[in-house]
């Protein structure tokens, strides 16, 4: 693979493209939602919380587990210990998601995911792995969208990248990301193979 091609595959994906979602203004910071603070003591208590999100057609979107929910009356918003979120897209490798607590709006589509937030989708035919580490994620799920404005580290095979402000992140096909503050990456280039030796040529 040729020095110019590969740039170019890594900047489809690392690189600012496509921002025309009809909620992103140009130069726009992250705007990530504060932790939702709790008043008084939750209303009830899930043990061991298995959700599934449909589409229209019947399709399943998201998937969610927590081995315990706490909802809130005011403002009907639910705290999960340890959640593990699957986002599902047909055709493509899951995103699964796990954090130490999360947040969840009370109509369920904004998941604020907070401690330690480690973010995988495994290989395709044509993509390497990817990994996305940081300490806080705010998903909307319906927008294919997340966002953090914490330092966040990539992997993606055998790149990375670390930004110390954050970064957006359209997860759905084709996928996008935008990056903030400083940022550090490194592309690792397969080493040209090696010429093979020449014959031996028998002396006079």
């Known amino acids: 693979m040729t020095l110019s091609t590969r740039e170019a595959m890594i900047a489809v994906v690392l690189a600012a493209a496509g921002l025309a979602a009809w909620w992103y203004r140009g130069g726009r910071q992250p705007e990530v939602a504060p932790a939702v603070p709790q008043h008084g003591r939750p209303d009830y208590v899930v043990e061991q919380v298995a959700a599934v999100t449909m589409s229209d057609s019947g399709e399943p979107l998201r998937r969610l587990r927590a081995p315990q929910l706490r909802h809130y009356p005011e403002g009907g918003g639910s705290e999960l210990d340890a959640p593990v979120l699957r986002l599902l897209e047909p055709g493509q490798p899951d995103w699964v998601v796990r954090s130490e607590q999360a947040w969840v709006s009370a109509d369920g589509d904004e998941v604020l995911l907070q401690g330690r937030v480690l ?22 799920d319906d927008a294919g969208y997340a966002e953090t404005d914490r330092f966040v580290e990539l992997e993606r095979g055998d790149d990375w990248l670390t930004a110390v402000d954050g970064m957006q992140l359209w997860f759905d096909a084709p996928m996008r990301s935008r990056f903030f503050g400083r940022v550090r990456q490194r592309l690792a280039f397969a080493e040209p193979a090696a010429a093979p030796d020449a014959p031996s040529v028998p002396g006079p």
């Open 119 to 140: 973010a995988e989708r495994a290989a395709a035919a044509d993509q390497p792995p990817m990994r996305i580490l940081t300490s806080q994620l705010l998903v909307l």
